[in-house]
């Protein structure tokens, strides 16, 4: 229980420096239920994706769920997955993923994560989710 309440205090220390970088009041923060802790933030007046945020002891993970396989073009899976692979490396502070059925953006920090750095993580995942629906909507459905 004290993971999850340094957990979210963490998130919610990070939410002022988060909505000053992205200009967006509408941020809020929330635990889900279940036995791991896990937070999420969801961007209420945008078209940001909800990013998704665990304490897995050596690192703070950052999730942020893109679509799933039944959401790809079958004819043109192959190409999005080599396109994935070469933007990987493009993409600051977040890779491509695959998490059962759902392809995602994962972010991650040291347990000594700052607010600040928090901050900075989340504004860059939740860009980043959404320009690469953007970017690759063409493979979807």
């Given at each position: 229980?004290?993971?999850?309440?340094?957990?979210?205090?963490?998130?919610?220390?990070?939410?002022?420096?988060?909505?000053?970088?992205?200009?967006?009041?509408?941020?809020?923060?929330?635990?889900?239920?279940?036995?791991?802790?896990?937070?999420?933030?969801?961007?209420?007046?945008?078209?940001?994706?909800?990013?998704?945020?665990?304490?897995?002891?050596?690192?703070?993970?950052?999730?942020?769920?893109?679509?799933?396989?039944?959401?790809?073009?079958?004819?043109?899976?192959?190409?999005?997955?080599?396109?994935?692979?070469?933007?990987?490396?493009?993409?600051?502070?977040?890779?491509?993923?695959?998490l059962g059925?759902?392809?995602?953006?994962?972010?991650?920090?040291?347990?000594?994560?700052?607010?600040?750095?928090?901050?900075?993580?989340?504004?860059?995942?939740?860009?980043?989710?959404?320009?690469?629906l953007a970017?690759l909507a063409?493979?979807?459905?």
């Open positions: 229980m004290s993971r999850r309440r340094s957990l979210i205090t963490l998130v919610e220390r990070a939410l002022p420096a988060l909505r000053r970088a992205l200009q967006q009041d509408g941020i809020e923060a929330s635990t889900l239920p279940g036995k791991v802790a896990v937070v999420e933030v969801v961007f209420a007046d945008d078209d940001r994706l909800p990013v998704y945020i665990t304490d897995a002891g050596e690192q703070l993970l950052c999730i942020s769920y893109l679509w799933r396989e039944c959401d790809i073009r079958r004819e043109r899976r192959a190409e999005l997955l080599e396109t994935l692979l070469e933007l990987n490396p493009s993409v600051p502070l977040s890779a491509f993923g695959r059925e759902h392809y995602v953006l994962i972010g991650a920090l040291g347990p000594a994560a700052t607010p600040a750095d928090l901050a900075l993580e989340l504004a860059t995942l939740a860009d980043n989710g959404r320009d690469a970017t063409e493979y979807l459905k």
